[in-house]
């Protein structure tokens, strides 16, 4: 019964913290371009930053 005393207000408290920082991430715009990461992993703009297109090879 002790371990409860302990453990219930902790796991409140993580709770909370985990919808606090949920609530964080909402008002800093986290979720506001869903699409956009989406289609930046498909371009190649890795070719303009490789060294080994220089002909140095």
Known sequence: M???LLLIPVALFLGLL?????MWTL???QYDD??????RI???DDLEMSPEKDGQD
Do not use: M
Not at 34 to 39: F, H, I, K, R, V
């Open 2 to 4: 002790n371990g409860l």
């Open 18 to 22: 985990g919808v606090a920082a949920f």
């Open 27 to 29: 008002n800093n715009g």
């Open 34 to 39: 869903l699409e956009g990461a989406a289609q």
């Open 42 to 44: 498909l371009l190649d």
